[in-house]
């Protein structure tokens, strides 16, 4: 790897777009919840892109509980809860709504933002450290 930071933003990215978002709550419920997890790969992704993976579904997590490592703003709340309304009000069963499509779009670019303010300081040592740190949620099964 270089010595310079400047690619770091860059996997980061990659990181936050192979999340996927889920609801967690019942259909009707009146303030969905939603979870991000590592999305299916089709191909395995390289170890730093890995780790980037696991620091942003961290700071999903963050996000969501309004605390972490590094401070979440509103624009970050803002945007995620956006992204559970509109995924909320997609039918179950459904394809994925363009509302959804678009705020997922910008919450990740959010999740990569501060997944950035996280490993600023050492980039290599903080993402291995804090991707250490992420226990992805239980396995579920769809049900056909």
Same mark, same amino acid.
């Given at each position: 790897m270089s010595k310079t930071n400047d690619h770091w933003k860059t @996997? &980061?990215?990659r990181g936050a777009n192979a999340l996927a978002f889920r609801i967690t709550s019942p259909h009707n419920a009146v303030k969905p919840t939603m979870v991000a997890e590592p999305a299916p790969q089709k191909r395995v &992704?390289?170890?730093m892109v890995y780790?980037?993976?696991?620091?942003?579904?961290? @700071?999903?997590?963050?996000v969501a509980g309004g605390e972490g490592q590094v401070l979440? $703003? +509103?624009?970050? @709340? &803002?945007? +995620?809860?956006? &992204? !559970?309304? =509109?995924?909320?009000a997609e039918p179950p069963g459904s394809t994925q709504s363009p509302f959804s499509t678009g705020y997922a779009a910008d919450y990740r670019l959010e999740l990569a933002r501060l !997944?950035? %303010?996280?490993?600023? $300081? $050492?980039?290599?040592?903080? %993402?291995? =450290? %804090?991707? =250490?740190m992420y226990t992805p949620p239980e396995p579920w099964v769809k049900l056909v």
């Open positions: @996997v &980061l990215q &992704l390289p170890v780790h980037a993976v696991a620091v942003c579904a961290l @700071v999903d997590s963050w979440i $703003d +509103r624009p970050a @709340v &803002l945007t +995620r809860q956006k &992204l !559970a309304n =509109a995924k909320a !997944a950035w %303010l996280a490993i600023i $300081d $050492d980039p290599a040592g903080r %993402l291995e =450290a %804090l991707a =250490a």
